[in-house]
């Protein structure tokens, strides 16, 4: 298994930018898929976004599309989301997530039950 530590998170205006990092501990990291998920309060914990084992895919929840982007670096045991754009809405708990699973994501990726590890969470609050 992997152990996440997610980090980055804090305040920005509307139509800043900000860059969260997730640190994985481990030798197998390359074995894992990798996702983003966010929890704002009261409200139930979406899919962000996700990368595939080796970084040539990457999927989006509509709502980023476009203003979110995903990456990883296996050497380096981590994985990126730079948020861009940022809209109030965006404001949430960001949770790393990781799935052992070589190939494509496929499936219900976007339901948090698929994923077999979280990190603790970083808080993103975007200021209207």
């Known amino acids: 298994q992997v152990q996440l530590v997610e980090s980055g998170g804090g305040l920005v205006q509307a139509g800043g930018s900000l860059r969260v990092s997730c640190a994985a501990s481990g030798r197998t990291f390359s074995m894992y898929a990798m996702g983003w998920f966010r929890q704002a309060p009261g409200k139930e914990r979406e899919f962000v976004a996700g990368i595939n084992w080796s970084g040539g895919s990457t999927y989006y929840a509509d709502s980023v599309k476009g203003r979110f982007t995903i990456s990883r670096d296996n050497a380096k045991n981590m994985v990126w989301l730079q948020m861009n754009s940022l809209k109030p809405e965006d404001t949430a708990v960001y949770l790393c997530?990781?799935?052992?699973?070589?190939?494509?994501?496929?499936?219900?990726?976007?339901?948090?039950?698929?994923?077999?590890?979280w990190g603790q969470g970083t808080q993103v609050t975007v200021s209207s």
């Open positions: 997530a990781a799935v052992r699973r070589r190939g494509e994501l496929v499936g219900p990726f976007r339901e948090y039950d698929y994923w077999g590890q």
